[in-house]
T-cell receptor, first 114, second 115 residues
């Protein structure tokens, strides 16, 4: 069974600090990887996705993630966070053999102090 | 193109009652999945329907059921509600036209409160 692990439950940063959120998955086959963001009171929004090709993917709002197949990781990064990035971030995996099912990590709450 | 819509957005029920939630996927999407989101358990997969057939099921009791209609709209039903069923229920749709088309698009959710 596939599983996703997010290393940090709660991250607190000051504005302009750099961000890296860890995500590791467990699955032996081909996967597609996603990062979602959920702002307070809002629904899940896709930040970025990886299907194939360049392992460094860029998403919205200045976010990027790097897929490292050998480490089963898909870490999310942003060089300089803003107060408006305060939200909960979820890493998710879909396997090509189970395309209708996303497996989510537990989420990381990011608080950015102004 | 309209996104995934879910109705109702908010619902309050009492223990023992049953509830039906509705989801309309993005036009052309044939796969609809349901998730339960709670502070303690995070996002948990309930089930997935594709062309009116349930293809995947998560680890939830039989009180949770669903169906999909020929127009791809889906409903989820929870019978004999328990306090622990209070959650945000999310619906997601996918095109599933092949590799690279399994991105899920999420609706705003239905917030269910069981008293």
């Amino acid at each position: 069974a596939q599983s996703v692990s997010q290393h940090n439950h709660h991250v607190i940063l000051s504005e302009a600090a750099s961000l890296e959120l860890g995500c590791n998955y467990s699955y032996g086959g081909t996967v597609n990887l996603f990062w979602y963001v959920q702002y307070p009171g809002q629904h899940l929004q896709l930040l970025l996705k990886y299907f194939s090709g360049d392992p460094l993917v860029k998403g919205i709002k200045g976010f990027e993630a790097e897929f490292i197949k050998s480490k089963f990781s898909f870490n999310l990064r942003k060089p300089s966070v803003q107060w408006s990035d305060t939200a909960e971030y979820f890493c998710a995996v879909i396997s090509n053999t189970n395309a209708g099912k996303s497996t989510f990590g537990d989420g990381t709450t990011l608080t950015v102090k102004p | 193109k309209a996104g995934v819509t879910q109705t109702p957005r908010y619902l309050i029920k009492t223990r023992g009652q049953q509830v039906t939630l509705s989801c309309s996927p993005i036009s052309g999407h044939r796969s609809v999945s349901w998730y339960q989101q709670t502070p303690g358990q995070g996002l948990q997969f309930l089930f997935e329907y594709f062309s009116e057939t349930q293809r995947n099921k998560g680890n939830f009791p039989g009180r949770f059921s669903g169906r999909q209609f020929s127009n791809s709209r889906s409903e989820m039903n929870v019978s004999t509600l328990e306090l622990g069923d209070s959650a945000l229920y999310l619906c997601a749709s996918s095109l599933l036209a092949g590799v690279g088309y399994n991105e899920q698009f999420f609706g705003p959710g239905t917030r269910l409160t069981v008293l």
